[in-house]
Every structure is written in structure tokens, then in C-alpha cells.
């Protein structure tokens, strides 16, 4: 029991660590990469803030991948928004006492918990039917889409099915988050399903995942389109004069 | 010249995406590059023997020095959007030319020189040695490349393939594996000062024998200057614009023009290019070289604009770089863009109503217009974005009466390439050209049946180069081909009222 509790709460700082200290570094390589020559995909904005605005609009609603191809855009936009939800239904194991609008997440997260498994599925079979993306597609791809596809079935089996003792995860999340460590919980399915994500954050950084931040830095995207108006200047190559 | 094998698309007005036809363009390669200029460019002259180390130092010293590099070899999720937008697949059917198969052959060899999983799990995590079989590879498909960007458009994180082949050529140029077209061009417009290697005094004859063609259709002395210092404009152009046809057309377009509106004008016989290769092989070195000749010539001949003539990559050089790469252009009035693209120039003179344009002399033509990839999706003109769309169309609109837009999926942004640019205008790879120009000519076909569109307006010199060559092949005139200031310097009347 005790012996249960080190290990998983160790395996969770582990992670947590790779996770942080790869994401940050990953950053900090892509902030400290120069652009050298201005390269926005045009027409673009012409100001920071429209090109922000540009970014925000990839992030949020895929604009470019709605352009490209309706199907995709449909299964993409669905999986991350069902995602997304789904991570913030988990806030309430970190939160106490539970503020007012968390009650509200609740609802719309456990309608994301089962459209994310869905959305994992149309995108799997998609990605498994057409042959352009039969051919582009690696063990990677398949891994990524698979593991998040258990986390959220074991998810959704403790939601539905196996109904293991809230007060004992919340308590043992809780405790790592504050340093105040209780026993972990034995139900299996909690374990596997606490491992899993264990796994999808330590390789979140290595891994094509890092398109999430990645994006941010994408310089056909987030550079306006003033090239006349405003000089840009290489920092690895020398004035002509 | 030995005949190529060349295999035409079939027409049907429509594009299609085909299914995969693996190693379809396997053969397709373009010629290496003759030890001279490799040597004259400092590049080795043939496969060093530590090749292998070499170009993965240089994979590195890029990764360092360009942030889109270093992203786009991460970030790519696979998605599949831009599988079918690249014109090399849907006309060559080889996967290996859809735009994240073609990163894949650079992106695989990153992971296992750059990423721990790479270096630990090898192929488990698509991971490969850099061997002679990969570099092949390379060679082949990354000059299948046109670096139109068109990729880049629908790709949700806005990855560039273009920013790939770049840097995948100029790692394989440093260690001695380079294609001859771009790199003869590169050093022909660094050494003589063009991509023809002219010298300045046979650009003076041809300019000579233009203003008497000139001045005998039309009996107004318009003038072809050259090298006249305090002009008020500098106009950089095409060198193609002074040779080749029909790109002369479109330079007597410009002539009239300054002349009609009263501004005097200069060419450069030092700086008499404005396409800069340099950029096609990744090289900013070269692209600086290339350009560092403008700056020479602002200097000597101190005019107050700088005007850039039609071309596409060009232009796209010109607007989004030049100004890091020769400005800031203190010298230059400060009242006008620097550079202003000729489409800027003669639009502006049409709104302040100072060019008389007769548009029925144009009433042979159903004109469609071309949107030059480089031009749609690498620059802009005039002070909103998509005024590179709007300008042309409206010169055209102003200077003949009929104007027909090809099907909205292949103008604007998201104009299809016309598959030779990039450094792949060269004899041997006709074939793949005359592919690449395929879904261009299905669009063309369409309006051609549905509006007997018969003149295709372009504001590109590899454009004109690429469509007159390609136009027969297809059973098209050559003829139907010309530049947008073809149909002004057709439609404009000299003469009558001057200056604004
Ligand atoms: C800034 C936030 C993010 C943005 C803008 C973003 C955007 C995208 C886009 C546009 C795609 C391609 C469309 C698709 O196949 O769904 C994609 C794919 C994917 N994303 Fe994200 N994403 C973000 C965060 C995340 C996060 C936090 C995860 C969690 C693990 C994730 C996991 C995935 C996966 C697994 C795929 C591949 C889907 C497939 O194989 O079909 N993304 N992402
Ligand atoms: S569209 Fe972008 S992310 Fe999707 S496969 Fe192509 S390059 Fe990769
Ligand atoms: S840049 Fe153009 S030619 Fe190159 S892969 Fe992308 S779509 Fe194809
Ligand atoms: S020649 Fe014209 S269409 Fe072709 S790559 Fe250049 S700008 Fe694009």
C-alpha cells in the first residue's frame, strides 16, 4: 500500500518534471531561434496585433486546416475542443474548495469525455482509410491517437461503469499538488488510467505534440506583413553599407 | 539538344486527386552543376568524402540560424491537409511529392542526428541514417520543388515546405551535390550582373533596337535609358525582359508608361537582373551577393524610387527582403515604397486618371490573369493585404473590356504554381514541368471553353518562360501568353496630354 503510494506519486513527479522542464526547453529553443528574413504565408496582417489575431484564429478554430480539408477540420476541432474540456473537468482535483463555475464544467466535461473517444476513432479511421494518409502516417501517429483513445475509455469506465471512491483520487491528486501525501487509490482502473496520462505527458514534448506550442512560433504565421514599412533586421548577418 | 521523352496530362478542365503511384517520379532529376561554377561558388565539386558529417554540421548550423527550420521539423502532426495541394502530386502521382512526404525525407534524418528518441529508437521512431540512398532521394525530390508556398497556405500550423527545400539544397550544395540551372544562374547574376550573363553593352543594343521598334509603330520617341544617374526612378527588372519574348512587350509596357507620365527612369547595366536565385537554393549569402548589386547601383546613380519589374520570386525578394538584406534605403524619397512593384507604378498613375488607356485595342482578347505564386503568397502590393490580387486585375480591367477569373480554387492565394519556378526551368526536366503546369491548365481549359478565354496575363518572368514553352505541348499558342503590361503598353495612348 504505502509501497503503491511512492511509487505512483514519484512516477507523477517524474513526469510532471519531464513534462515542464521539456516544454520550457523547447521554448526556449524556438524564442531564442532567429528569423532572419520575413516569410508570413500572404496575404497576411500588416500589424502585430492583426498577426496575433491571425495565430489566435489558427489555434482556436483551425482556420487554415478549415480552408484545406472540411473532414479533417471537423475531426480536429472537435478532438481538441472535447479535449480541452475534458482537462479543465480535471481542474477539480487540484481545486478546494470547489469554486461555483467548476459545478457548471462538469456537465459540458463529461459530454467532452465521450465525444473524445469518438472524435479519437473518426480521426484513427480516417487517418487508416484514405492513402495519402495511410502513406504519411508512422507508429508514432498511431500511438498518440491510441493512447489518448484508452485514457479517456478508462476514464469514462471509472465515470460509468467501475465508480471508484472520488474522495480517495481527489485526495491523492490533491495531496501531490500540495505536498501533503495521502495513500494512492487501488483500483486498477484508476491506476492504469493514471499511468497512461503519465505517459502522454513525458512525451508530450519529444514528440509531434509539441505542435501546441509549437505553433505559437511559426513564422509564416505570426510575423506581420510590413516589410517596406518597417525594416527587418537578420542578427547573424552583417549591414551592407 | 537530345529529345526528352515528355508524357502530356489530358485536359478535362477539371482537377482531380489521384491515387498514389509510389516512385512515379523516381527518374526525374535534374543535371548537376559543372565543377566551375560549383567551384566558383564555393561549393565542392563533387561528393566530398566526409560528406555525411558535413552535411549534418551544416543541418545544425541551419537549425541554429532559422527559426522556421528548426519548428517545422518538430511540429508536423501529419494531418494529411496538404497532401493533395502541391501540383507536383496531383500531376506525378509519387507520394513522395506530397509536401509532408517531401519534408519527411530531411525530417527523418533530423530525428536521428537531433532528437533523443531518434538517436535511441532508430527506425521505431522514423528515424534514418543519412546514407547515399537517402541523398539521393534528396536530390530528387527536392528539386521537384517549386517552392510555391502553396502548401504553406493550408497547412494548420502554416509549415513551409519552401523553408525545407531550401535548406535540404543548400546542405547538399556544401557538400559538392548541386543542380546545374539554379546554381549557373546564381553565379552568372553575382559574376556579370544577370541570369542571362549579358553584358552591359549588348542590354544597350537590344534597348536601342526597342526604342526605334517603338518609335516606328507608334511615332513618339519613347526613351530606354540606361545608366543615367539622378533619374528619378530606378527600375529593376527581369534581365528576361530585355531578350526574351514575350517579356520585351511588357518592358515597352513599362518605357510608355514612365514616358506617358513624365518621370524619368533608368535601367542598371551593373545591377541588370532583378530575379535572385539565390533564394531557390537557400543560400543568403548568394541572395545578399545578388542583391548587394541594387544597392551599388542606388548608390552610383542616386535616384529617388526604385521601381521592380514583373517577376515573381522576385518580387518576392524584393518586397519581404530587400530591405533587410541591402537596406535601410535612406537615400530614396521617402514618399514612395521602396521597392514599388511596376503594377503599384502604373495603378497609381491610372487612378490620378494620368494615363489615357484605349481599351478597345485590346478587343481581341479574352484575358485571364495568372497569379504568380510568389507574388500571391510571399509578398504584397499596394497598402492592404491582397492588393497583389486586386492591382493587376485592376490594370487589366482598366486596359481591356473583356476579363475572365479562372475557378476560384486556383486564383489568389490559392493559385497553383505554374511548376517551373524554384530553379526548375531547365531543358532536362521538361517532362515534369509540362506535369506541374497541369492543374494550371486544367483551370485555363475551363475558362478557354466556358469564356474562349485566349490571353493568359502574367506578372512573372519564369511565368512567361515556363507557359510559352508549356502552351504547345497542351495545343495552346504560344502567343497566348504575355505579361500585364503587355496589354497597357497595347492599350495605352502615347501622346496628347503629358505628365500628371
Ligand atoms: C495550442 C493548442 C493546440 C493546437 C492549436 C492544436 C492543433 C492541432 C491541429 C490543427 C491538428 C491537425 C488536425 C487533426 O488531425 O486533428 C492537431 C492534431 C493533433 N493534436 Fe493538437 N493542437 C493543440 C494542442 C494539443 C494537445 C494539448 C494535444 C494533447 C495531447 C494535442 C493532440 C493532437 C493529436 C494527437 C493530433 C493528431 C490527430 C490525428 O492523428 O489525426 N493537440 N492539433
Ligand atoms: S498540413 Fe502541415 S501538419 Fe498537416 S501533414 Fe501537412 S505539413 Fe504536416
Ligand atoms: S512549396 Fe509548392 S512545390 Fe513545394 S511542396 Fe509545397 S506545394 Fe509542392
Ligand atoms: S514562375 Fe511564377 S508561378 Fe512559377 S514559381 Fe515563380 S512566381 Fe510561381
Redesign the interface.
Known amino acids: 500500500m504505502q509501497f503503491l503510494t511512492i511509487i505512483f506519486s514519484l512516477m507523477a513527479y517524474g513526469a510532471a518534471a519531464v513534462f515542464v522542464f521539456g516544454i520550457l526547453c523547447k521554448i526556449m529553443v524556438y524564442a531564442k531561434t532567429p528569423s532572419p528574413l520575413k516569410i508570413p504565408t500572404t496575404p497576411a496582417p500588416t500589424t502585430s496585433f492583426g498577426a496575433a489575431v491571425r495565430v489566435l484564429s489558427e489555434v482556436l478554430l483551425f482556420r487554415s486546416l478549415y480552408r484545406s480539408n472540411k473532414w479533417t477540420w471537423l475531426g480536429g476541432v472537435v478532438f481538441h475542443w472535447a479535449f480541452l474540456f475534458v482537462v479543465l473537468r480535471h481542474l477539480r482535483y487540484f481545486l478546494y474548495p470547489l469554486p461555483a463555475w467548476d459545478m457548471k464544467l462538469q456537465y459540458i466535461g463529461i459530454v467532452a469525455g465521450i465525444v473524445l473517444p469518438i472524435a479519437v476513432l473518426y480521426l484513427l479511421m480516417r487517418r487508416t482509410t484514405v492513402d495519402r494518409t495511410v502513406f504519411i502516417s508512422s507508429l508514432a501517429d498511431y500511438f498518440a491517437l491510441t493512447l489518448i483513445f484508452f485514457i479517456a475509455g478508462t476514464g469514462l469506465m471509472m465515470k460509468f461503469y467501475e465508480r471508484p471512491f472520488m474522495v480517495d483520487i481527489k485526495g491523492f491528486v490533491y495531496g501531490l499538488a500540495t505536498f501533503n501525501f495521502s495513500a494512492v487509490p487501488t483500483d486498477p482502473v484508476f491506476l492504469v488510467h493514471f499511468t497512461l496520462v503519465m505517459i502522454l505527458l513525458a512525451y508530450f514534448p519529444y514528440s509531434k505534440l509539441v505542435h501546441a506550442p509549437g505553433i505559437f512560433f511559426s513564422p509564416t504565421r505570426n510575423q506581420a506583413d510590413n516589410p517596406r514599412e518597417r525594416r527587418h533586421v537578420n542578427p547573424w548577418s552583417p549591414n551592407l553599407t | 539538344m537530345a529529345k526528352v521523352k515528355v508524357e502530356v496530362p489530358e485536359l478535362t478542365g477539371e482537377i482531380t486527386i489521384p491515387?498514389?503511384k509510389e516512385d512515379a517520379a523516381a527518374a526525374v532529376k535534374s543535371h548537376n552543376a559543372p565543377a566551375k561554377d560549383m567551384t566558383d561558388l564555393g561549393f565542392p565539386t563533387e561528393l566530398v568524402p566526409d560528406w555525411k558529417e558535413k552535411a549534418v554540421a551544416k543541418f545544425a548550423e541551419l537549425?541554429?540560424?532559422?527559426?522556421?527550420l528548426?519548428?517545422?521539423m518538430?511540429?508536423?502532426?501529419?494531418?494529411?491537409?496538404?497532401?493533395?495541394?502541391c501540383h507536383f502530386y496531383l500531376s506525378t502521382k509519387d507520394?513522395r511529392n506530397?509536401p509532408?512526404?517531401r519534408a519527411?525525407l530531411l525530417r527523418k534524418v533530423y530525428r536521428r542526428y537531433f532528437?533523443?528518441?531518434g538517436k535511441v529508437l532508430g527506425k521505431?521512431?522514423?528515424a534514418e541514417d543519412l546514407t547515399k540512398e537517402v541523398l539521393e532521394e534528396w536530390y530528387t525530390y527536392f528539386y521537384q520543388c517549386t517552392e510555391c508556398?502553396r502548401c504553406?497556405?493550408?497547412?494548420?500550423?502554416?509549415?513551409?515546405t519552401a523553408?525545407i527545400t531550401m535548406a535540404a539544397r543548400e546542405m547538399m550544395d556544401t557538400v559538392g551535390l548541386g543542380a546545374k540551372y539554379p546554381l549557373q544562374t546564381i553565379n552568372k547574376a553575382i559574376t556579370i550582373g544577370n541570369n542571362l550573363g549579358m553584358p552591359g553593352p549588348a542590354i544597350r543594343s537590344t534597348l536601342d533596337f526597342m526604342e526605334e521598334d517603338v518609335k516606328e509603330q507608334t511615332g513618339v520617341p519613347v526613351k530606354f535609358p540606361m545608366d543615367v544617374k539622378g533619374a528619378d526612378v530606378l527600375l529593376i527588372t527581369p534581365s528576361a525582359d530585355f531578350f526574351a519574348t514575350p517579356h520585351v512587350e511588357s518592358l515597352a509596357g513599362y518605357a510608355k508608361v514612365f514616358h506617358q507620365a513624365g518621370i524619368s527612369w533608368t535601367l542598371s547595366s551593373y545591377a541588370s537582373e532583378a530575379g535572385n536565385f539565390g533564394m531557390f537554393n537557400g543560400n543568403?549569402e548568394h541572395m545578399?551577393k545578388i542583391a548587394?548589386r541594387i544597392?551599388v547601383a542606388i548608390n552610383e546613380l542616386k535616384p529617388k524610387r526604385l521601381v521592380h519589374g514583373e517577376c515573381g520570386h522576385a518580387w518576392r525578394v524584393a518586397?519581404?527582403?530587400w530591405?533587410?538584406?541591402?537596406?535601410?534605403f535612406d537615400s530614396l524619397d521617402p514618399k514612395y515604397?521602396?521597392?514599388q512593384h511596376i503594377c503599384e507604378f502604373t495603378y497609381d498613375l491610372i487612378n490620378r486618371g494620368a494615363l489615357k488607356l484605349d481599351k478597345t485595342a485590346n478587343d481581341d482578347f479574352v484575358v485571364t490573369f495568372h497569379d504568380s505564386c510568389n507574388v500571391?503568397?510571399?509578398?504584397?502590393m499596394g497598402n492592404?493585404?491582397?492588393g497583389?490580387?486586386e492591382i493587376p486585375r485592376a490594370i487589366i480591367r482598366a486596359t481591356c473590356n473583356k476579363f475572365v477569373d479562372m475557378h476560384p480554387d486556383t486564383i489568389r492565394?490559392k493559385t497553383f504554381c505554374c511548376g517551373a519556378g524554384g530553379g526548375l526551368l531547365a531543358d532536362e526536366i521538361i517532362d515534369l514541368r509540362i506535369k506541374g503546369v497541369m492543374p494550371r491548365m486544367q483551370a485555363y481549359k475551363a475558362v478557354k471553353d466556358s469564356h474562349g478565354a485566349n490571353f493568359f496575363a502574367l506578372i512573372c518572368a519564369i511565368c512567361k518562360a515556363q507557359f510559352t514553352k508549356v502552351f504547345p505541348y497542351y495545343g495552346y499558342e504560344m502567343e497566348e501568353v504575355g505579361g500585364v503590361h503587355q496589354l497597357v503598353s497595347r492599350a495605352i495612348v502615347l501622346g496628347g496630354k503629358e505628365g500628371i
Open positions: 491515387g498514389l537549425l541554429k540560424k532559422y527559426r522556421s528548426k519548428v517545422y518538430d511540429i508536423c502532426v501529419k494531418c494529411g491537409a496538404c497532401t493533395d495541394k507520394p506530397m509532408v512526404a519527411e532528437t533523443t528518441a521505431l521512431a522514423e508556398r504553406s497556405l493550408f497547412c494548420p500550423y502554416g509549415i513551409d523553408e543568403y545578399q548587394s544597392k518586397y519581404s527582403f530591405n533587410t538584406l541591402i537596406g535601410p515604397p521602396a521597392p500571391a503568397r510571399a509578398s504584397r492592404s493585404p491582397g497583389q490580387f492565394e
